[in-house]
């Protein structure tokens, strides 16, 4: 299974081009099962120009497969502890948001699909399986 960042959903819906973009359309060509986190619906959401976008963006993201954390408290504690494995080996994450999002994939066993200096990054320090 494969989670698709906010930086490739943005990508793909502005239409612009990248090897991240290309991927994630063969992903829908082939219909290959992806989901997204609660964090990256909200991302992707937010970034709407008008409320006739937002809508559409809301009506297809909610009807993909959501990947939450496992535990409310332990993947919010193993996500901090991402953050401080990185930032041990000189690596500062700039979003905690995004280490959520790696420690949920971790969880699900999911490779993550991205276009994100960061996560490319933070995969030198932890196991993160980038598709």
Same mark, same amino acid.
């Given at each position: 299974m494969i989670l698709v960042d906010t930086s490739v959903l943005i990508d793909f819906f502005k239409k612009n081009e990248n090897g991240s973009v290309e991927k994630f359309r063969d992903i829908l060509k082939r219909d290959i099962p992806f989901g997204i986190t609660?964090?990256?619906?909200q991302e992707v959401l937010q970034g709407? %120009? +008008?409320?006739? @976008?937002?809508?559409?963006?809301?009506?297809?993201?909610?009807?993909?497969?959501?990947?939450?954390?496992?535990n409310p408290i332990e993947s919010f504690a193993q996500?901090?502890?991402l953050y401080r494995n990185c930032r041990i080996?000189?690596?500062?994450? %700039? +979003?905690?948001? @995004?280490?959520l999002i790696v420690q949920i994939a971790i969880e699900h066993d999911l490779f993550l699909l991205h276009n994100d200096?960061?996560?490319?990054?933070?995969?030198?320090?932890?196991e993160l399986r980038i598709y």
């Open positions: 609660s964090n990256i619906f709407a %120009r +008008s409320q006739k @976008d937002y809508n559409y963006l809301k009506s297809y993201l909610e009807t993909q497969i959501f990947y939450i954390p496992k996500a901090a502890q080996k000189g690596i500062t994450p %700039r +979003s905690t948001i @995004d280490c200096k960061d996560f490319e990054r933070m995969a030198e320090v932890i």
